[in-house]
């Protein structure tokens, strides 16, 4: 309504025509003239006249002349002149006319025409000359101008017969511009009046006649223009003439007006106003509109007039509903640039409120509603415009929520860039900011915490933002400040669930500000909410774990009885059961009081229901069973919640008449007393002793009693017990009350004392197992130090030895960096001396082997240090000493191996020590244990890669037998497989005694159950496969006895699985080739399992693999003889091709070329075609080739004698081309050079036969 009205204001008197003087200054005295001669012949109709029309046509256009004629009394003369001569039609049409153009922008004059009965006269003239159009047009136009200002007047008017006097005009002169023109405009502005104007002019049927005009005129940009004005005046807040308008087809002129008149500015506002709000409530509206190309003109007029406020501003509400209307208005808007559009009116009009909130809510639909579009307003720049309109307009609440909106949809979708750069501007802070500006508006609450969960809890840089700028403040402050907005409360209440979950700082913040409180109020206000109480319930988990004192405050506040409802109100949702378990458990952890509480409330029956409900949930299932365990208790014979599920009352016996009987007596006496007591009975009753404060009284005695040696050993013995028999999170309380750093502080003060330094190391050893936290926290605090310097100083104690070694031990592997601080701090050489100064004790050994091969898991390199300080010798002389000890031998052996496995030089070392009988007798005497069979066999293949000789230990020693039997225990052991392969294809590749030896040892079905159990991992294959090769080699029945195993099928399953392993394609290969060479049905199981098409394939992946070549020939050449079968697969998959290839490439490869001759002579016998077919690719002079560059090989030659018979054979053709490239001479030399050959003999004679022929 206010651009159709703005419009209006504009349309009063026409610019002066082309070659009509504008006066100025100078014609003052015309005027005065001109004043003076109406005003001296006030009867006579002709000065009258041309008077008004002289007036009218100086007021035209020159502000200046109108102020000058007003002030010289123009405006009662041209009064007088109207009232004196009513029927004179000229004078009429000229005094309306001078009335209008002096009431042009010039409110002052407009008054003084009103206050002079103006109004009254010109009505007069409109209807003492109906037929007349010029008057009618110029009394229209004056009354436009002149009741403008006169808001209430207008109505009046109006109301006392304004509106038909207008609309008789414009129907008794349809054809009339001017009076359309103008009379649009004067209804538009009764419509604007008010409710009874707008009333009167529907009532006298003005929307029919606005839109006859706007028809019967459509290239008039006047008419066109004040009709979009006037109707969009009626339809303003009326859904009735909304709807007429609509009925009576007015979209279509409108539209229309817009299509006609694309530059002109007027007509396009009017026509976006009317159309906004013609369509804005009503979708059936616009998608009528849609159909008749709204979308698209409305686009065209905003690109077209950018810098038109009231086009702008109209579009963008109207482009705001039509982006919820579904996906084809999207699609529609998409298509036609709307985004680029929307950026482009927001980045000209920054500081219009009105365009910057409707412009980001439509981006925010379009966005969220279409990934490309969403991608569009990134690139076009609407991650900068967004903020910038926060940044302008930061009190108004419709721009920062649409805002809000617009940046959390641009976030959506897997792409990070959008988050990070509207967190790197500060859209944390603008979000904050939105949400602190406007504390008492719940949209804008809602939405500005959506974008924080969006931002702040999904991008570490967002979230450090958070933290900055107290982030949390404000999302507690808006769920506080409404209460009752669920959907406040939703996004609020994810964020604090978010936070609560990132870190323990976090918790304790949001703790401080009292996020538990606010978590049970809304738990309670929004009951039936299941996300709230999800939510809610999270925090409430969250926040318990941090310690005693928030689970007691949140016990105060009802905590309990609220879990407790919130999992009973929704039993039937599983994640709301899970969270409601974990806090059951967090809060009745260590405090009988609200175990108690839970069993009074019939949380355990609670509990045992979810465990029957959710019998499919892993986790529920585990929560419930840990929230069980908590709420039942530690001590089953007297727990507090045990007595009040049953119904019993408490007894007050135990460590409750302890404490009475402490009371009134001395210091002394009540520490000593009390920590007897707590020490015998801490295997018992460690629930009670947290439940009535006993470690805060432990260290409370400690610290009171610093001096006293004997206390503060007890202080460390109570502790170690606690710490021996208590539940982890007894020990976590016992780090969050500070335990450690008591410990280590009487450690540090009592160096000198067995008792502190062993129970102190045996609490610290015990807490480092508990947690990775604890063993950072141990490091930090000088732990590592600590335990060193008790290995020092009490060199001679064994239990500080053992549990010193086992705290380090734990502490290493907590991080590299441990690992070489206890090297540089000389914990080798203490270690080392440990073992060597108790060489009975057997936990003191087993632990400062743990402890070392811990140095070497985490640092490899610390295997040279343990070796140069003697370390081999005396783990060799650990392991021997203690040869059927588990515990020692579990951590010893291992180590040995460890420093030996990989060095040749340590290798040859041990084995100077008799490290081999070692290895040999530890692995007998401990089949079962992984932990020694494992190394043994990777040791044992090791070390047969070093020498013929230790190859021939091993077989003599029962390494085979060792080797096979921990292949058998221990199939699932994927390295000891591996290297148990590689062991015994080492010992076959010896000779045929390791081979038959290993054979009987049932080592070849070892070998395939390995293939069989890690058919996946290439490097098993590939010693596998080797090992099948070289136990085969020679073998007479091995090949057979492979096949009847699977092992056919398991090689091929190798080469299908590892592609792209060199070393399983080669060793595989090789395996065939053997295993196809020694038994007449091992060529047809390859063939029938698929052999030739992966034998096919490895030839042409690895081109340049010699083995796979010479392997793959020789496997062929075997599959190919005596098998038609064979010969016509091999063909059809370009076998041919890949032979000659293969031998063009590899010129210089022996066995590459005899085994190509091989295949060839398999593959052209009985075959005429093949061999027309190899003779036509040129096989026979790649043969012949072949012999004349290895005239020594006699393999070679022998083969290509065989293959140039086979291609002779029955092929005159063939015939000739062998005999005319040489090869008679070359087969004669053969004989000569190799007369011992019987294979080249034969095959030559056999081919000068044939040529002879």
Request: glycine share 10%; aromatic share 2%; net charge neutral.
């Amino acid at each position: 309504a206010g651009a159709a009205a703005a419009l209006a204001a504009g349309r009063g008197a026409a610019p002066a025509r082309p070659g009509t003087p504008v006066l100025g200054a100078t014609a003052l005295s015309g005027i005065e003239l001109i004043l003076r001669g109406i005003r001296s012949q006030p009867d006579t109709v002709e000065v009258q006249e041309w008077g008004c029309k002289a007036l009218q046509g100086l007021a035209r256009g020159s502000a200046e002349n109108r102020a000058s004629i007003a002030a010289l009394g123009g405006i009662e003369l041209v009064l007088r002149a109207l009232h004196g001569h009513p029927k004179a039609l000229r004078v009429q049409e000229h005094a309306c006319a001078a009335l209008g153009n002096l009431a042009f922008a010039n409110v002052a004059n407009q008054e003084r025409i009103i206050t002079l009965g103006g109004v009254g006269l010109i009505l007069r003239a409109l209807r003492l000359h109906p037929a007349a159009a010029e008057v009618q047009g110029w009394a229209l136009a004056a009354l436009q101008n002149v009741a403008r200002s006169d808001g209430a007047g207008l109505a009046k008017l109006g109301a006392r017969g304004g509106v038909g006097l207008v609309l008789g005009a414009m129907r008794a002169h349809p054809t009339a511009p001017m009076v359309q023109g103008y009379g649009c405009a004067l209804l538009g502005h009764f419509a604007l009046a008010g409710e009874g104007g707008r009333s009167a002019v529907a009532a006298a049927d003005g929307v029919s006649a606005v839109l006859g005009a706007m028809r019967d005129h459509p290239a008039l940009a006047k008419v066109q223009g004040c009709g979009c004005a006037t109707l969009g005046n009626l339809a303003c807040g009326s859904a009735e003439l909304s709807r007429e308008i609509v009925d009576l087809r007015g979209l279509e002129p409108v539209l229309r007006a817009m299509q006609l008149h694309a530059e002109e500015p007027e007509v396009q506002q009017c026509a976006c106003a009317v159309l906004r709000n013609l369509l804005f409530d009503c979708r059936d509206r616009r998608d009528k509109a849609v159909g008749l190309g709204a979308i698209e003109l409305l686009l065209e007029a905003m690109q077209t007039h950018a810098s038109l406020e009231g086009v702008q501003a109209c579009g963008v509400e109207l482009l705001a509903v039509m982006a919820s209307d579904g996906s084809g208005s999207v699609k529609r808007l998409g298509s036609f640039g709307a985004v680029e559009i929307v950026l482009q009116a927001m980045r000209l009009h920054g500081g219009k409120r009105r365009i910057q909130a409707f412009g980001c809510v439509t981006l925010a639909r379009l966005a969220a509603r279409c990934a490309e579009l969403r991608s569009n307003t990134t690139r076009f720049g609407g991650l900068e415009l967004v903020p910038e309109a926060m940044r302008a307009h930061p009190h108004a609440a419709d721009v920062q929520a649409n805002a809000c909106r617009a940046l959390q949809a641009l976030v959506q979708g897997d792409d990070p860039e959008p988050r990070r750069r509207i967190v790197s501007s500060d859209g944390v802070g603008l979000a904050l900011a939105a949400s602190r500006g406007h504390r008492a508006d719940a949209e804008v609450q809602e939405v500005a915490c959506g974008l924080l969960l969006s931002l702040g809890c999904t991008d570490p840089a967002g979230l450090a933002d958070l933290r900055a700028l107290d982030g949390d403040e404000a999302v507690l402050a808006a769920a506080r400040d409404h209460q009752t907005a669920a959907a406040v409360q939703r996004n609020a209440c994810a964020i604090l669930r978010c936070l609560t979950g990132v870190s323990a700082e976090w918790r304790a913040r949001i703790a401080s500000l009292g996020g538990a409180a606010l978590a049970l109020e809304v738990l309670r206000t929004h009951a039936q909410d299941r996300s709230l109480q999800e939510h809610c319930a999270a925090v409430i988990r969250d926040l318990s774990g941090i310690g005693m004192d928030e689970r007691d405050r949140i016990v105060a506040l009802h905590g309990i009885e609220q879990i407790l409802t919130t999992s009973e109100g929704f039993f039937a949702d599983v994640e709301v059961q899970d969270i409601c378990c974990s806090t059951i458990r967090h809060l009745a952890i260590g405090s009988v009081r609200n175990q108690a509480r839970f069993a009074e409330l019939r949380g355990i029956e609670l509990v045992l229901r979810i465990l029957r409900r959710y019998r499919g949930s892993p986790l529920v299932m585990r929560h419930a069973c840990e929230a069980l365990e908590v709420l039942v208790g530690d001590d089953a014979s007297g727990g507090a919640s045990d007595c009040a599920y049953l119904g019993l009352p408490e007894a007050r016996d135990g460590l409750y008449g302890v404490f009475e009987a402490l009371e009134g007596h001395s210091d002394d006496i009540r520490i000593t007393t009390l920590l007897r007591a707590m020490s015998r009975r801490s295997a018992h009753v460690p629930s009670r002793i947290a439940a009535l404060q006993g470690l805060e009284a432990i260290l409370a005695a400690s610290r009171a009693q610093s001096k006293a040696q004997a206390v503060q050993e007890s202080v460390c013995s109570v502790l170690k017990r606690l710490v021996e028999v208590s539940t982890a999170d007894m020990r976590f309380r016992m780090v969050h009350l500070g335990c450690i750093e008591r410990v280590m502080e009487v450690m540090g003060a009592y160096p000198s004392s067995a008792a502190v330094q062993a129970r102190g190391c045996v609490f610290l050893a015990r807490l480092s197992r508990v947690a990775k936290a604890f063993r950072e926290r141990l490091v930090v605090l000088g732990g590592i130090e600590l335990l060193l310097a008790s290995l020092r100083s009490q060199a001679d104690a064994t239990e500080v030895q053992e549990h010193a070694c086992r705290g380090l031990r734990d502490l290493v592997s907590s991080s590299p960096e441990s690992a070489g601080r206890v090297v540089s701090l000389g914990g080798v050489e203490l270690f080392l001396s440990a073992l060597a100064d108790h060489k009975d004790a057997e936990e003191v050994l087993a632990a400062a082997c743990g402890a070392l091969r811990s140095l070497v898991r985490a640092d490899p390199d610390i295997v040279s240090e343990i070796v140069s300080c003697g370390g081999l010798p005396i783990l060799v002389e650990v392991s021997s000493r203690h040869g059927r000890v588990p515990k020692v031998q579990e951590q010893a052996f291992p180590l040995l191996c460890a420093l030996v496995n990989d060095i040749p030089e340590n290798r040859a070392s041990f084995v100077l020590l008799n490290g081999m009988r070692l290895v040999f007798s530890v692995m007998g005497s401990f089949v079962e244990m992984a932990a020694v069979q494992e190394p043994g066999v990777t040791f044992l293949s090791s070390v047969s890669g070093d020498s013929a000789e230790h190859c021939n230990t091993i077989m003599a020693q029962g390494g085979i037998e060792l080797a096979v039997r921990a292949m058998k225990e221990h199939l699932e052991l994927k390295l000891l497989q591996r290297m148990g392969c590689m062991l015994l294809q080492r010992l076959a590749a010896r000779g045929a005694a390791g081979r038959r030896r290993i054979s009987s040892l049932r080592g070849v079905e070892r070998v395939l159950a390995a293939m069989r159990e890690h058919g996946r991992d290439a490097p098993l294959q590939e010693a596998a496969c080797a090992a099948l090769r070289d136990l085969s080699w020679e073998s007479p029945g091995t090949a057979d006895r492979i096949a009847r195993g699977g092992g056919v099928s398991l090689v091929l399953k190798a080469m299908m699985y590892s592609p792209e392993a060199v070393g399983v394609q080669e060793a595989a290969c090789g395996a065939l080739r053997v295993a196809a060479s020694d038994s007449d049905d091992v060529p047809l199981l390859i063939a029938e399992d698929g052999g030739i098409q992966l034998v096919l394939k490895a030839l042409q992946t690895y081109e340049g693999s010699e083995p796979v070549q010479e392997h793959g020939f020789a496997v062929l050449s075997n599959l190919a003889w005596d098998s038609m079968q064979s010969k016509e697969d091999i063909i059809n998959l370009d076998g041919i091709q890949l032979v000659l290839i293969a031998m063009e490439k590899h010129p210089e490869v022996v066995r590459v070329q005899a085994f190509a001759c091989a295949s060839l002579q398999s593959l052209a016998c009985d075959s005429p075609e093949n061999r027309a077919r190899i003779s036509d690719l040129g096989g026979i002079e790649l043969v012949i080739k072949a012999m004349r560059e290895h005239r020594r090989a006699a393999n070679v030659q022998a083969f290509g004698c065989a293959a140039l018979q086979s291609l002779a054979c029955k092929s005159r053709p063939n015939t000739r081309k062998i005999a005319s490239l040489g090869a008679v001479e070359l087969i004669e030399e053969a004989t000569r050079v190799h007369k011992k050959s019987a294979k080249v003999r034969e095959f030559a004679e056999l081919i000068l036969d044939t040529l002879e022929a």
